[in-house]
């Protein structure tokens, strides 16, 4: 038994997710986004299970580095792109895929044959990374020796608000540049891969469903069919009885008012357990919920047992990933979003990998 943090993770519920992403985007290829080391959940283990993807996508140069050290085969794109000439050369000898969002690039690119595919991050309405149509266009015919190895990018704002005119007008952007150059494109996130199929495309970029989370404020991924792959886990350490007038924790936000019950968990702001959550959060023990008291910890949380009252010493503790306590709604009491969530975990936090359910 682990007494400490733990988050077990499912493959299973990963691959039951990439399916998913399938039947929603059935004519496109699929580039699965392992980028944080995969959402939190571990890039390697992650990669392995998502081997049927077509590519992967990473955030920087480093993480595809690290893939292909690692002996991943597969097309890997760098969405932050290079940053240096040296980057782009460190690039061609690792087989990455650049995504390209400054005139720069476009540079670098002229002096150097050799990449196996680069993506042209086009300005749709995001207004972060990319280029506008014309300069675009303009790289187009310039890098003739690239012309049958590069397609189109770009990255929705708004994808998560259902039937908002943003969206179609980015999608518009994309298809007009699309039709004249030809090119193969690559915009749906996972809300566009669920909420806008005319975005699909040639390629889809899933990164939050596949680990079983809902990118849409109103939805648990279990509504969208999705199952999570993490359950973060730890256990009840400690147990005490309260009288009216004692505070807990740090600074006395939480006094009770009767005689009451609480109990000490295994976990705090060390392990990526949110601050936010003080008097805010909840977790599950024995089935039941129960609050967070006092404010959180570096290394354990209060919790009051009063609807628990069987709860022991050594019991275990689920902090999400069930169908009644999931990230979602432990991130809307953090005030927050669920990336943040699974992406902040430390590593002192043990990933447990596991097929089939937790």
């Known amino acids: 038994m682990t007494l400490y943090p733990h988050a077990v993770i499912n493959l299973e519920a990963l691959k039951h997710n990439l399916e998913c992403v399938r039947k929603f985007a059935p004519n496109s290829k699929v580039m699965s986004v392992i980028k944080a080391?995969?959402?939190g959940h571990g890039v390697t283990q992650i990669a392995s299970a998502l081997i049927d993807s077509d590519a992967f996508a990473?955030?920087?140069?480093?993480?595809?580095?690290?893939?292909?050290?690692?002996?991943?085969?597969?097309?890997?794109?760098?969405?932050e792109g290079v940053h240096t000439l040296a980057e782009l050369q460190t690039a061609v000898e690792y087989q990455l895929a650049p995504v390209i969002h400054q005139p720069a690039h476009i540079e670098w690119l002229l002096n150097v044959t050799d990449l196996p595919y680069c993506w042209l991050m086009l300005e749709t309405g995001m207004h972060r990374?990319?280029?506008?149509?014309?300069?675009?266009s303009d790289a187009?015919?310039?890098?003739?020796?690239?012309?049958?190895?590069?397609?189109?990018?770009?990255?929705?704002?708004?994808?998560?608000?259902?039937?908002?005119?943003?969206?179609f007008k980015q999608i518009a952007v994309m298809h007009q540049l699309a039709e004249q150059s030809g090119l193969p494109i690559c915009?749906?996130?996972?809300?566009?891969?669920?909420?806008?199929?005319?975005s699909h495309g040639d390629w889809v970029r899933?990164?939050?469903?596949?680990?079983?989370?809902?990118?849409?404020?109103?939805?648990?991924g279990a509504d969208l069919g999705l199952k999570p792959v993490m359950q973060l886990k730890s256990t009840l350490i400690a147990t005490q009885v309260l009288a009216p007038g004692h505070e807990v924790g740090y600074g006395g936000e939480w006094t009770a008012t009767e005689v009451c019950r609480m109990g000490?968990?295994?976990?705090?702001?060390?392990?990526?357990?949110?601050?936010?959550?003080?008097?805010?959060?909840?977790?599950?023990?024995?089935?039941?919920?129960?609050?967070?008291?006092?404010?959180?910890?570096?290394?354990?949380?209060?919790?009051?047992?009063?609807?628990c009252p069987d709860a022991v010493t050594?019991?275990?503790?689920?902090?999400?990933?069930?169908?009644?306590?999931?990230?979602?709604?432990?991130?809307v009491r953090a005030k927050t979003i669920p990336y943040e969530l699974t992406t902040v975990l430390a590593g002192r936090v043990t990933r447990k990998y596991q097929n089939g359910q937790s």
């Not at 015919?141 to 969206?167: I, P, Q, V, W």
């Not at 899933?206 to 648990?220: E, H, Q, R």
Request: aromatic residues 6%.
């Open 264 to 307: 000490v968990v295994s976990i705090g702001y060390g392990d990526g357990f949110n601050r936010q959550l003080s008097n805010a959060g909840q977790v599950m023990i024995r089935g039941v919920l129960v609050p967070v008291i006092g404010r959180v910890s570096m290394d354990t949380v209060c919790v009051l047992l009063k609807d």
């Open 187 to 198: 915009m749906a996130n996972s809300a566009a891969v669920i909420n806008l199929p005319t």
């Open 314 to 331: 050594g019991d275990e503790v689920v902090i999400w990933g069930h169908e009644s306590l999931s990230v979602e709604s432990q991130a």
């Open 129 to 136: 990374l990319g280029l506008p149509s014309k300069v675009i």
């Open 58 to 79: 990473v955030a920087r140069l480093s993480e595809g580095v690290a893939l292909r050290n690692a002996g991943f085969n597969h097309a890997i794109t760098i969405l």
């Open 37 to 39: 080391d995969a959402y």
């Open 206 to 220: 899933p990164g939050l469903m596949l680990y079983g989370i809902s990118p849409f404020a109103d939805k648990t």
């Open 140 to 167: 187009i015919e310039r890098l003739t020796s690239y012309r049958n190895k590069m397609g189109l990018m770009s990255h929705f704002a708004n994808s998560d608000l259902y039937d908002d005119d943003r969206n």
